[in-house]
């Protein structure tokens, strides 16, 4: 394969400071809420079209990089574009918008408080995101990793309630020493290797580090990303969060903190270790297995949720592990299907998030158990949130059913048919998990609490019009996996460019 | 001038106390304008001082013209220069910030109290830049009796702690003048390259080894090393709060550039280390300090307290760097005594800002109205908080990069752990303090209160504050501009 001859650009660097430079200006304009959104919907215009303006590089396989200065000398402060990058920034990018809309509708008819800072943070987020995905190393990876915890600090404690003081502190304490756990890993590996830098295939050269040495390694990257990513036992953090408005809830705890996690899988996995490393130390092995166990353990607990957004917790946290299995396969099969996931996943659980938000916000219910005939009053909401979950238990023709299938089909490739049967077997504890919920509002008869304070017409077209767009973009992407924003041949790209790094012979 | 290089510096600390009567009687803020003065003029000497060293090597300068070994040798080479630096820039600071706590709490005679900080900051320049054992310890006295005076200026309480600090920064002196002594018996020396030279030629005798313990262990009382720290936390809590804001971030770092100096200039290379283990020593006591200071600030209630606890833990920070004695390890000591020095700095101006506004400095008293009569100085609290705890990009994480490093190249798994275990614990006692400052109360607008001179208590604070994020991305340049000759050697 050609070498790709990289770019340089300011592109990537105004993509992620976009929403940083606003959020002065929205706290500027905290008296006036109209003002102070459109600075929200102005940057997230902006970002959303430079991350498009990427892609036409991205899809070539070429990156598009800038290396503004050393942050540590041998280290730049580094930014790379490459295809892996420009996929995770599109899907938050993208949906940023969408959730901008929902967030006015969801604040405002929620009468949150303190607002300002709420969208000020929101905005951080997103720009410490952009940044986790474009970190050309694993040094300005932690750094743009460090600032999505304290971005999303303000979000996770934002009801200032006992409990979210409690979650919070109990997210710091998770996300902090994941950090850690991450600058240890590459103190180590600098020290060893002296290089940084994310590299297709790989960047750990055999006999730099001993055996035994080389798990410690991996276990400290994996635990420094997984528990952004949820893989049990590291979880604990995600259905605390669970306090944060709903917006949060949808866009960072089921896109951009919690997909920095797997993503930073993909970089551990594909960029640092590279497959070959990771077969022949037998770490696949252990990923897979802390992935598989959390699929099923997380879909069992969800079942047993009441709380509509808990459950939906449980079952990101299940979800994510499709993505760090797929990872831990290695097969080029089960690499497309994982980062199909990353994308999939997102737009699906995006959706039920929004449903479950306007619910809360509309008919003042948050237990499933209350769910009773909720579906005839809100036939749009419950609609999507019906999509949602056929996508999630893999059922055609929404977008989840694409990513599963390559999953499935990446489990043979490697041989593994016990990661088949994982998969599997978690499509129906999803569906058994979701179905009832969309059974329970289309087809029970509201129960006597109903009767008593009956639910009229949809939520405000505020959050209405958000979920159906992303309910929608489910089936269109399930249909047309490359319409409107080509997410199947990215994916393949960067499979490709992995393999043909991580192969002994040089790719060029 | 470039060939008197250190001189500048010394002369201008000390020629302002010696005008500060007079001033006392011109005008009520006249010491203030002198002090303030004097040290952004050190502070301009100071910066051409490390830009000439950079580009031309260092400058040595024998004082009365009697030549070393028998004379006194001033030298500016690439650590003394960079220490100036800091003295300088952190005194400049805290002697902006301090005219409103000086009226508040020493009114009586501002003119004394500004003269002990000139002396006290000059005594230190004379420790950084000497090149003679002896005239060392004479500059030590200096300061040391100087600070004495700062400290205990605020009533009793503060009267006891410092004369806790008195007794024991006395011994501490005493020992590392029996050190010199023990040198001088072996080499007839005082001159810190001469002494260097001739224990080359007569290696590692008894009374050198003697003196070098008595030296390290000396200088380890004034740097607050554990189990050496006791005298710290009572001396910076019971302190007026501009006195502890412009001694506890240099004072410390002073005697670690001592303990730099020896370790690197006087006592390197193996030889003395496999007899003494000086380093390891440094190294080990160091790490429990980081564990011991960073546990005993949790459940301080003062905040005074509390930093001061944190400024142990800090302290050993330095005192790892220097036990790894590897190029990482060194740069990560002398980068942590810019960083710390700064964080340091601007944590104290915030709890002296506390003061000075009549909040008082228990932490159970902080809420949400802080962020709202004081958002500067809560910004820049919060900023140094994160700095302290070690998230990039603030200054503080990279001097905990570089040690990371340095503890790798040395295979030390125990400095690692200690060195997360510490960022953590410094979360838990930053972020107790965050989530008051921060969290609670409404959308009320702030209250519009003026204080006298709030611009000159809030601006060096949050300067220092600007000045840790340009630390962290400036942090690389830095590093091979102007630490890395240091480690390096000429």
């Given at each position: 394969m050609p070498a790709d001859p990289s770019t340089t650009s300011i592109l990537p660097l105004v993509a992620i400071l976009v929403s940083m430079l606003v959020v002065p200006a929205i706290l500027l304009s905290g008296r006036r809420p109209n003002l102070r959104e459109g600075w929200t919907f102005a940057a997230a215009g902006v970002k959303f079209v430079c991350v498009l303006l990427l892609l036409p590089a991205a899809l070539r396989g070429a990156s598009t990089s800038l290396t503004l200065?050393?942050?540590a000398p041998g280290v730049g402060l580094s930014l790379v574009a490459d295809p892996l990058g420009v996929y995770f920034a599109l899907v938050a990018s993208g949906l940023w918008i969408v959730t901008s809309v929902y967030s006015i509708g969801y604040m405002r008819g929620h009468g949150e408080k303190k607002q300002t800072r709420f969208f000020a943070s929101f905005a951080l987020s997103l720009s410490a995101t952009l940044g986790v995905a474009f970190a050309g190393n694993l040094l300005t990876f932690i750094l743009f990793y460090e600032l999505l915890t304290l971005a999303t600090y303000p979000l996770v404690v934002h009801k200032e309630s006992p409990q979210a003081l409690r979650s919070a502190r109990m997210y710091l304490a998770y996300a902090l020493t994941a950090g850690l756990l991450l600058v240890v890993a590459a103190g180590w590996i600098f020290a060893r290797t002296g290089t940084l830098d994310f590299a297709p295939g790989g960047i750990i050269a055999e006999g730099v580090f001993s055996d035994g040495e080389l798990k410690v390694l991996f276990m400290l990257l994996i635990t420094g990303v997984g528990v952004k990513a949820g893989i049990m036992p590291l979880h604990s953090w995600l259905p605390a969060a669970m306090v944060a408005p709903t917006p949060v809830s949808a866009l960072?705890?089921?896109?951009a903190v919690v997909k920095s996690g797997a993503f930073g899988i993909l970089r551990v996995v594909g960029?640092?270790?590279?497959p070959a490393l990771m077969s022949g130390q037998g770490l696949d092995v252990i990923l897979a297995g802390f992935a598989g166990a959390t699929i099923l353990l997380a879909s069992i607990i969800a079942l047993r949720q009441d709380n509509l957004k808990k459950r939906l917790a449980y079952s990101t946290i299940g979800h994510l592990s499709y993505i760090a299995l797929g990872a831990a396969l290695l097969a080029p099969g089960a690499l497309t299907g994982s980062i199909l996931h990353l994308s999939a996943h997102a737009v699906m659980k995006i959706t039920l998030f929004f449903c479950a938000g306007a619910i809360q916000v509309?008919?003042?219910?948050?237990?499933?158990?209350?769910?009773?005939?909720l579906g005839r009053a809100m036939p749009w909401t419950f609609g999507a949130f019906a999509i949602g979950s056929l996508g999630l238990a893999g059922i055609?023709?929404?977008?989840g059913f694409i990513s599963k299938w390559w999953l499935c089909l990446g489990s043979l490739e490697s041989g593994r048919d016990i990661a088949l049967g994982v998969f599997l077997l978690s499509g129906l504890l999803n569906a058994a998990y979701f179905f009832p919920i969309v059974i329970r509002a289309f087809f029970l008869p509201p129960d006597a609490a109903g009767d008593a304070h009956p639910v009229r017409g949809e939520a405000s077209p505020w959050m209405v019009a958000p979920l159906c767009v992303t309910a929608t973009l489910a089936v269109v992407f399930g249909l047309f996996?490359?319409?409107?924003?080509p997410f199947f041949e990215l994916a393949k790209g960067i499979v490709q460019s992995i393999v043909a790094g991580s192969s002994p012979s040089p790719a060029g | 001038m470039s060939s008197h290089l250190p001189l500048p510096v010394l002369l201008t600390f000390f020629g302002a106390a010696l005008f500060m009567p007079l001033a006392g009687l011109v005008h009520r803020r006249a010491p203030w304008v002198v002090a303030v003065a004097g040290s952004l003029l050190a502070g301009g000497f100071a910066l051409f001082g490390l830009l000439h060293v950079a580009g031309h090597g260092e400058v040595r300068y024998s004082v009365g013209n009697w030549d070393p070994p028998f004379g006194i040798e001033l030298v500016a080479d690439p650590l003394s220069v960079f220490m100036l630096v800091v003295l300088a820039v952190i005194a400049a600071a805290t002697l902006i910030h301090s005219r409103e706590p000086v009226e508040r709490e020493?009114?009586?005679?501002p003119a004394l109290y500004y003269a002990s900080a000139l002396i006290m900051l000059g005594g230190f320049a004379g420790i950084v830049s000497t090149g003679d054992l002896f005239n060392l310890y004479v500059f030590l006295e200096i300061a040391a009796l100087a600070s004495y005076a700062l400290l205990g200026a605020n009533g009793p309480r503060s009267a006891v702690a410092a004369f806790r600090y008195l007794i024991l920064g006395t011994i501490g002196a005493s020992f590392y003048l029996i050190g010199v002594g023990f040198i001088f018996i072996e080499t007839?020396?005082?001159?810190i390259a001469d002494v260097r030279a001739i224990i080359e030629v007569v290696g590692l005798t008894v009374p050198i080894g003697v003196g070098a313990a008595f030296m390290v262990a000396g200088i380890a009382v004034k740097f607050a090393l554990v189990p050496f720290h006791q005298w710290l936390p009572d001396a910076y809590t019971e302190a007026p709060s501009s006195s502890t804001a412009l001694v506890a971030p240099i004072g410390t770092k002073v005697a670690a550039y001592v303990l730099i100096r020896l370790m690197l200039d006087?006592?390197?290379?193996?030889r003395i280390e496999s007899a003494l283990h000086l380093r390891e020593i440094l190294g080990v006591l160091g790490a429990i300090g980081i564990l011991w200071g960073s546990i005993m600030a949790i459940?301080?209630?003062?905040l005074k307290r509390m930093l001061a606890y944190s400024s142990v833990a800090q302290v050993g920070y330095i005192a790892l760097g220097i036990g790894l004695g590897t190029a990482y390890g060194l740069i990560g000591a002398v980068l942590h005594i810019l960083n710390h020095a700064c964080m340091k700095s601007c944590l104290f101006l915030v709890s002296s800002n506390l003061e000075t506004k009549g909040?008082?400095?228990?932490?159970?008293?902080?809420?949400?109205s802080l962020r709202r009569d004081m958002p500067v100085s809560s910004a820049a609290f919060a900023v140094a908080a994160l700095s302290m705890i070690g998230l990039?990009?603030?200054?503080?994480f990279f001097s905990k990069w570089y040690l990371l490093l340095g503890s790798y190249e040395e295979g030390r798994w125990f400095f690692i752990a200690t060195i997360i275990a510490s960022s953590l614990l410094n979360a838990v006692y930053f972020f107790r303090i965050l989530e008051r400052m921060y969290l609670?109360?409404?959308d009320e607008p702030a209250r519009r209160e003026r204080t006298r001179g709030a611009a000159l208590l809030a601006t060096p604070a949050a300067a220092l504050a600007v000045g840790l994020l340009l630390l962290g991305f400036g942090n690389a340049y830095l590093v091979s501009e102007f630490i890395f000759p240091i480690v390096s050697g000429p």
């Open positions: 200065f050393e942050l960072l705890h089921a896109v960029f640092i270790f590279g509309h008919a003042h219910r948050s237990e499933i158990s209350s769910f009773n005939g055609p023709p929404v977008n996996p490359d319409f409107p924003l | 020493v009114a009586a005679r007839g020396s005082l001159n006087l006592f390197p290379g193996e459940p301080q209630t003062n909040r008082g400095v228990k932490i159970g008293d902080f809420d949400a990039p990009p603030t200054a503080g609670g109360g409404g």
